[in-house]
Nanobody, 125 residues
């Protein structure tokens, strides 16, 4: 089992940047593929990005491609989401998730086994 804790959210102006972190407990972090999702008020949870166990493979939603970068440091049991050129429509609660399938880059939240509590990201215009 793994526990996930997100951090790094906040309020920034449009065009700014934020870096989210997802710290994982346990010794088997490298056994999981990971993902970032977001959920805005009144909307469904939306896929943002995914990364395989080694970090060699990544996958992005079209809405963030070229602006966001997902990465991980297995030695630190931590995953990151660097978000640049932020837009008001990026405002949401951002969640990290883990799946017990190290090579899988799932887009659907239904495949993920573990979730963090979320961190609020607010972009002002």
């Amino acid at each position: 089992q793994v526990q996930l804790v997100e951090s790094g959210g906040g309020l920034v102006q449009a065009g700014g940047s934020l870096r989210l972190s997802c710290a994982a407990s346990g010794r088997t972090f490298s056994s999981y593929a990971m993902g970032w999702f977001r959920q805005a008020p009144g909307k469904e949870r939306e896929f943002v990005a995914a990364i395989n166990w080694s970090g060699a493979s990544t996958y992005y939603a079209d809405s963030v491609k070229g602006r966001y970068t997902i990465s991980r440091d297995n030695a630190k049991n931590t995953m990151y989401l660097q978000m640049n050129s932020l837009k008001p429509e990026d405002t949401a609660v951002y969640y990290c998730a883990a799946v017990r399938s190290p090579e899988s880059l799932y887009r659907s939240y239904m495949y993920y086994d573990y979730w963090g509590q979320g961190t609020q990201v607010t972009i002002s215009s």
